[in-house]
């Protein structure tokens, strides 16, 4: 890669052309799409109609799928928040096709019926997406679907449940959270050839350990002569998660140090580029994926930044936009400006550095040996999320009971 800066009109197609091997994926279910579309293009700028169109079609296009078996998207991620918004989105579709599940099977309590129709969820998602993955013999067209947050130190039930979600396609990529047991279940999917996406991860040392249970995975899995060969793994940074869910601005009040959100920026920076290039360094096979991100005014020069995809444009990663994140890059593309293509190999802020090292909840994101794996589901990030999911995964179980109920 040289270090041209890259200039494109479509700034998720801008992005992608920093390097071949970086992927955009969709962070949604696949279902939403169209509606998305068609709310997104009713707000496109005097002028801009048919621009924003040609960069919604380039990303996903039902016609282009079907027939040719592309799109723009390397791939889908969904998660609890996601999928009850698919619920919410088609009410009345769902409604039925939960009536039918119960009826179907009389024995089903409300959380068997809530568990099959969320693999109804996940199946339906992988479907619409699988001629990309037959086209490209499994490089792109996955479909990420994640088991039950609330069981997030369970190995035994997320075994059986990434058993099952793996179950519902070829194409289907099981989301483990970032727990000591999440790890634990990742090495014996990766040793059944099931790819894996590790999420709620925010830290060095989670990825150093997600890395090393696909390493204990894949080296079973080549034992006993597993097919490899449509196998991925993707470890997942939640960039502004780690920043603002963390106790990082508590420790900073705490010790006197006035912390500002472009330091916090820094700091996300800091620890995913840490566990990125040492991924790179050691030829790990796992791809790290950026979500969780954010446009936003940078304080330092008035500038509207997403320094979650600019300060990485280069890289090889996976970077997962949902649906307000794109129309966000969208509305301003003119302000991003180009991506240069050598900022992933950019050093952090030496001075934000310093001040966030003084943070005992920052170390532990970015210092090597900062946590002990049966610390990561106590870490406050992971703890913030592990309750939002868990809060809409509740959400889905209750509209599933009141279809149920009555």
Excluded at 6 to 13: A, F, G, L, P
Excluded at 99 to 114: F, N, R
Excluded at 182 to 189: D, K, P, Q, S, T
Aim: hydrophobic share 40%; charged share 25%; aromatic share 8%.
């Amino acid at each position: 890669m040289s270090d041209q800066v890259i200039e494109k009109s479509h700034v998720i197609e801008a992005l992608a052309a920093t390097n071949p091997e970086g992927e955009i994926w969709w962070d949604s279910s696949p279902l939403i799409f169209p509606s998305w579309r068609t709310e997104t293009l009713a707000k496109a700028p005097a002028g801009l109609e048919s621009d924003w169109a040609a960069q919604i079609d380039w990303m996903y296009n039902e016609k282009t799928i079907a027939e040719n078996g592309t799109m723009g998207f390397g791939g889908v991620t969904t998660n609890p928040p996601l999928s009850l918004q698919a619920i919410r989105l088609d009410p009345q579709g769902w409604t039925k096709r939960i009536k039918e599940i119960a009826a179907a099977d009389t024995a089903l309590d409300v959380e068997g019926v809530y568990w099959a129709a969320y693999l109804d969820l996940v199946r339906q998602g992988a479907e619409a997406i699988r001629p990309v993955y037959d086209k490209s013999n499994g490089r792109f067209g996955y479909l990420s679907g994640q088991v039950d947050p609330r069981f997030v130190t369970d190995g035994e039930k997320m075994l059986a449940q990434g058993l099952t979600i793996a179950a519902q396609g070829e194409n289907v990529m099981v989301k483990i959270p970032g727990s000591k047991e999440g790890y634990e279940v990742i090495e014996e999917l990766t040793a059944l050839g099931i790819s894996t996406n590790n999420t709620t991860s925010f830290t060095v040392p989670q990825y150093m350990r997600c890395m090393a249970a696909v390493t204990a995975g894949l080296q079973r899995a080549r034992a006993n002569g597993v097919d490899l060969s449509r196998w991925r793994s993707v470890i997942t940074h939640m960039s502004s998660r780690l920043g603002q869910l963390s106790d990082w601005t508590n420790e900073a009040k705490l010790r006197g140090i006035e912390l500002t959100l472009p330091e916090i920026r820094d700091g996300e920076e800091a620890v995913l580029k840490r566990a990125y290039h040492w991924g790179k360094d050691n030829n790990h096979p796992s791809k790290m994926l950026q979500c969780s991100m954010r446009v936003e005014k940078d304080d330092r020069t008035g500038q509207m930044v997403s320094r979650h995809v600019q300060d990485f444009a280069g890289s090889d990663m996976v970077y997962t936009c949902p649906p307000s994140y794109i129309a966000q890059l969208m509305e301003n593309v003119d302000a991003l400006g180009p991506f240069d293509a050598n900022a992933i190999n950019r050093e952090p802020n030496k001075a934000s550095l310093e001040k966030l090292l003084k943070l005992p909840s920052f170390r532990q994101a970015y210092e090597f040996e900062g946590m002990k794996p049966v610390e990561f589901s106590r870490f406050g990030a992971f703890k913030a999320t592990e309750t939002e999911f868990a809060a809409a995964t509740r959400q889905t179980v209750d509209f599933v009971r009141s279809v149920v109920e009555g």
